[in-house]
């Protein structure tokens, strides 16, 4: 659900304040736009970050990071002075260095000394060697690369004052902008599993490790969603990528996904279904992704997501065709009025800026198949996923996000 907490020039305001603006009155003319979360940290936050011990930044340096997400906010609702801006911002993920880095420090249960390592599919691996040898090479060794903290007792969710801070910060930035539109991404119980490597002494099955963790998330996922006018985002990057990252589950991808879909529908009972949304992807990477999952099998697990809105990839190379898929499903299942498909219509992981044509052509494509109300556009992942790590520059992303603005925008 986008809760609507303001309106801004070239966009159309949603008058059904507090309402399931996911569907919203019915548009003619206009596709409603977001993006998936992570934005460009600037040099002075990179800096703060590469010296925080924690991969979170503390209310010590509140008004560095609460400039940073204000200009995040800005650049999602006026693209390079347009007129045009997304619908549903984020505040960039500004005061976090990676969209799971800073999770320890929001659980008791990891250690503060001992590390493991992030166990890497040999397959990945070689498909990065063949298709990608200067990010292989950058990586170094999986040892070096990622080096987590240990598993050492249960954890226990600590986090939620934190996670409540930065809700109530984002949504007065975001009426001080005045944004339509608010949303916070937290990650799956899912996608935590593929970063921090369970430890058997602890929880004996991947089962035990995801549920429990899907029991404790749930009090982020209540703390942000406290916070009026906010859209919780689960970023699940599992519910796909884990194909070919997720080697230490110890059981198959397609086998594990039904279950990691439950632990999302488990920590999200009894919250307004509304007001989230969960983004699946492939990984944000660049490479030839030939052994990605199948989205013929993982779409029909994305559907029984109890949430207002899915946000997936549909605009690289390689998954742009799962619009064929998708209408395939519609078809032979029918699409829920319920749920609406952010559909990425921007690629994040090449500089190639996409035309406003593109942009509008995908969009009806989409339109097509689970309704205008239900199309919304996006971007396929987040541009700056982890701090310093991003596929394309800042000023390139400025154009891609004008052309996802104003592309929608462009009459049907």
Same mark, same amino acid.
């Given at each position: 659900?986008?809760?609507?907490?303001?309106?801004?020039?070239?966009?159309?305001?949603?008058?059904?304040?507090?309402?399931?603006?996911?569907?919203?009155?019915?548009?003619?003319?206009?596709?409603?736009?977001?993006?998936?979360? *992570?934005?460009?940290?600037?040099?002075?936050?990179? *800096?703060?970050?590469?010296?925080?011990?924690?991969?979170?930044?503390?209310?010590?340096?509140?008004?560095?990071?609460?400039?940073?997400?204000?200009?995040?906010?800005?650049?999602?609702?006026?693209?390079?002075?347009?007129?045009?801006?997304?619908?549903?911002?984020?505040?960039?993920?500004?005061?976090?260095?990676?969209?799971?880095?800073?999770?320890?420090?929001?659980?008791?249960?990891?250690?503060?000394?001992?590390?493991?390592?992030?166990?890497?599919?040999?397959?990945?691996?070689?498909?990065?060697?063949?298709?990608?040898?200067?990010?292989?090479?950058?990586?170094?060794?999986?040892?070096?690369?990622?080096?987590?903290?240990?598993?050492?007792?249960?954890?226990?969710?600590?986090?939620?004052?934190?996670?409540?801070?930065?809700?109530?910060?984002?949504?007065?930035?975001?009426?001080?902008?005045?944004?339509?539109?608010?949303?916070?991404? *937290?990650?799956?119980?899912?996608?935590?599993?593929?970063?921090?490597?369970?430890?058997?002494?602890?929880?004996?099955?991947?089962?035990?490790?995801?549920?429990?963790?899907?029991?404790?998330?749930?009090?982020?996922?209540?703390?942000?969603?406290?916070?009026?006018?906010?859209?919780?985002?689960?970023?699940?990057?599992?519910?796909?990528?884990?194909?070919?990252?997720?080697?230490?589950?110890?059981?198959?991808?397609?086998?594990?996904?039904?279950?990691?879909?439950?632990?999302?529908?488990?920590?999200?009972?009894?919250?307004?279904?509304?007001?989230?949304?969960?983004?699946?992807?492939?990984?944000?990477?660049?490479?030839?992704?030939?052994?990605?999952?199948?989205?013929?099998?993982?779409?029909?697990?994305?559907?029984?997501?109890?949430?207002?809105?899915?946000?997936?990839?549909?605009?690289?190379?390689?998954?742009?065709?799962?619009?064929?898929?998708?209408?395939?499903?519609?078809?032979?299942?029918?699409?829920?009025?319920?749920?609406?498909?952010?559909?990425?219509?921007?690629?994040?992981?090449?500089?190639?800026?996409?035309?406003?044509?593109?942009?509008?052509?995908?969009?009806?494509?989409?339109?097509?198949?689970?309704?205008?109300?239900?199309?919304?556009?996006?971007?396929?992942?987040?541009?700056?996923?982890?701090?310093?790590?991003?596929?394309?520059?800042?000023?390139?992303?400025?154009?891609?996000?004008?052309?996802?603005?104003?592309?929608?925008?462009?009459?049907?």
């Amino acid at each position: 659900m986008a809760v609507f907490v303001g309106s801004k020039a070239g966009t159309r305001a949603n008058p059904q304040i507090g309402t399931d603006a996911f569907r919203g009155p019915e548009r003619k003319m206009t596709y409603r736009t977001t993006m998936t979360g *992570s934005w460009f940290r600037p040099k002075e936050i990179l *800096s703060l970050l590469a010296a925080s011990p924690t991969g979170e930044l503390g209310v010590g340096h509140a008004d560095t990071y609460l400039a940073a997400e204000r200009a995040t906010i800005r650049e999602q609702l006026h693209p390079l002075g347009s007129a045009h801006g997304l619908d549903e911002v984020s505040n960039g993920q500004q005061r976090v260095a990676g969209y799971t880095s800073f999770l320890p420090h929001r659980f008791t249960g990891f250690s503060a000394t001992e590390r493991v390592s992030m166990p890497m599919n040999t397959e990945l691996l070689e498909d990065l060697v063949e298709s990608n040898p200067a990010m292989a090479a950058a990586m170094g060794s999986v040892e070096r690369s990622f080096s987590l903290p240990k598993i050492v007792a249960p954890l226990a969710y600590a986090g939620a004052e934190s996670a409540a801070r930065e809700a109530h910060d984002a949504v007065r930035l975001a009426k001080e902008e005045r944004a339509p539109s608010l949303f916070l991404p *937290s990650p799956s119980p899912g996608v935590i599993t593929i970063f921090y490597p369970n430890n058997p002494e602890i929880y004996p099955t991947h089962l035990d490790y995801l549920n429990a963790l899907s029991h404790e998330l749930a009090k982020e996922y209540r703390a942000i969603l406290e916070v009026p006018g906010t859209v919780l985002q689960i970023d699940a990057p599992d519910l796909a990528m884990g194909k070919q990252t997720a080697s230490g589950w110890g059981t198959d991808f397609y086998a594990a996904l039904p279950h990691h879909v439950d632990a999302i529908n488990s920590a999200i009972r009894g919250l307004p279904r509304e007001r989230v949304r969960v983004h699946y992807c492939y990984g944000n990477y660049a490479a030839s992704h030939e052994t990605d999952a199948d989205f013929a099998r993982v779409l029909p697990e994305l559907a029984r997501l109890r949430v207002g809105a899915i946000v997936g990839e549909l605009a690289n190379p390689r998954h742009e065709g799962d619009l064929v898929l998708l209408g395939r499903y519609a078809r032979e299942q029918g699409w829920p009025s319920h749920l609406a498909f952010v559909g990425g219509v921007i690629d994040v992981k090449t500089p190639i800026v996409e035309s406003k044509e593109t942009v509008r052509m995908r969009l009806d494509l989409l339109g097509k198949i689970v309704g205008e109300e239900n199309a919304w556009g996006g971007t396929d992942c987040g541009f700056e996923t982890f701090a310093g790590m991003n596929g394309v520059t800042h000023p390139v992303a400025l154009r891609k996000l004008r052309a996802l603005a104003e592309g929608a925008a462009l009459p049907g």
